[in-house]
């Protein structure tokens, strides 16, 4: 038993580290975005301020000058004021997710982990991949939040991953009977029976031109038995695969 819970350890941390650098690439990516905004405004309230005291310095007709400045400054003011709420709702999103301060074990909102998740995946989705939510409300359920929300996460990737061109990942949650079902299906290209067999073992892939250990998967199963519950797939050839957690109320 304390070799497995060693293993589990390794398995999670393993997955932890490859996660946080594709987490670190997106958050950096769609920072850019309003950061520039609030750059290029920035320079805007400069050069605005320059010609307002360049007219008053030159005495010319200031108030029709300064209309013009007003309305300009107005509307780089809301451009800025959405795009400093997109970095706050980023920064918010990041700190619910990872729940730095989650170590312990808790009652846990399925509903609100799941969009959290994918709101911090959005930004690094490849072209063409779509998210569909259909998030229930459904009961808490006793977690250690840091561990479950690695196994999203992980889940949610590897279905990006599995379309490789235009496609959506359905995220889905709803109660049933003494358990809380996550349901997340993708729309790629599927896995035949031998595949799916071995979908959550240890094992090798291949890609981008290199061979890495496969662990994601399962430390997401490790990390759903530990929490007496239980982690499935299906899939098919050219039709996609689903996922199902399910986890006790």
């Not at 932890?16 to 920072?31: I, N, P, Q």
């Not at 509307?75 to 990041?94: F, K, M, N, T, Y």
């Not at 229930?136 to 929300?149: I, K």
């Amino acid at each position: 038993y304390v070799e497995l819970e060693a293993m589990h350890t390794r398995l999670v941390e393993a997955e932890r580290a490859a996660l946080v650098g594709k987490l670190a690439a997106g958050t950096a990516h769609e920072l850019n975005t309003p950061l520039g905004v609030l750059r290029s405004n920035l320079g805007l309230f400069q050069r605005c301020a320059q010609r307002l005291q360049d007219a008053i310095e030159e005495d010319r007709d200031v108030v029709r000058a300064g209309r013009k400045l007003v309305a300009m400054l107005e509307s780089g003011g809301a451009v800025s004021e959405e795009a400093c709420q997109r970095i706050a709702d980023l920064a918010l999103g990041l700190q619910r997710f990872t729940e730095l301060d989650g170590a312990d074990r808790r009652v846990y909102d399925v509903a609100e982990a799941l969009s959290n998740a994918v709101a911090l995946l959005a930004p690094s989705l490849p072209p063409g991949v779509r998210f569909v939510r259909q998030l229930d409300p459904v009961p808490g359920v006793p977690a250690w939040p840091r561990e479950l929300n690695q196994a999203f996460l992980t889940v949610l990737v590897n279905a990006t991953e599995a379309i490789d061109e235009e496609g959506d990942v359905l995220v889905r949650c709803a109660t049933e009977d003494e358990h809380v079902c996550v349901q997340i299906t993708d729309t790629g290209r599927g896995m035949d029976p031998e595949s799916l067999a071995s979908l959550f073992d240890v094992g090798w892939s291949d890609g981008s031109g290199r061979v890495r250990l496969r662990v994601g998967l399962p430390a997401a199963k490790a990390t759903v038995q530990r929490h007496g519950g239980t982690l499935t797939a299906r899939s098919e050839p050219g039709r996609g695969t689903t996922v199902t957690f399910r986890l006790p109320r």
